[in-house]
């Protein structure tokens, strides 16, 4: 049994680090999805627990299309947050979430980096920055992902 893998950089990597680089992506991928998951239910609860009154909520944030965009982003922060919890197809929904963070920089959280009225846009970049490491790293072994693409593997050697 090997114990060693090489990287794309051509580090050599123990089972140990390969375990830690997973335990960290495990625990980055579940605190994101938990975040996005509360948040979507604040979104829900503050909208009068409807879909109309989160389309209502982005009305009175400026954002565009709100009855579209705020269901939709209520929706997606729910579905991606539970897909990330699970591993599973984390390189799109980690785009769709920082896609998603980045609209609430430009519409929602305008204040100037480090404002001091609660605005300020700091959490959704670093929340879209994780969701971008995320989409290029992987679910890890822990996750979906990489449970779904051994069985694709397995079934290919077997056909083949």
Not at 18 to 43: N, P, S, T, Y
Not at 46 to 74: C, D, H, R, W, Y
Request: charged share 15%.
């Amino acid at each position: 049994m090997n114990m060693t893998t090489t990287d794309i950089t051509g580090v050599r990597n123990t089972a140990l680090v390969q375990m830690a680089r997973d335990l960290v992506l495990l625990v980055a991928r579940v605190g994101l999805g938990v975040m996005m998951v509360v948040h979507a239910k604040l979104e829900y609860d503050f909208g009068g627990g409807s879909l109309a009154g989160v389309g209502k909520l982005f009305e009175q944030a400026g954002v565009p299309l709100p009855a579209i965009t705020g269901p939709a982003n209520m929706l997606g922060e729910l579905i991606g947050g539970i897909a990330m919890i699970l591993g599973l197809a984390v390189p799109v929904v980690g785009v769709l979430m920082a896609l998603n963070m980045a609209g609430a920089w430009i519409f929602v959280h305008t204040s100037g980096l480090f404002s001091m009225d609660h605005n300020g846009p700091e959490l959704v970049i670093a929340l879209g920055l994780l969701s971008l490491v995320l989409a290029v790293t992987g679910s890890g072994r822990f996750g979906l992902d990489h449970l779904i693409v051994r069985r694709l593997r397995r079934r290919s050697r077997t056909t083949a």
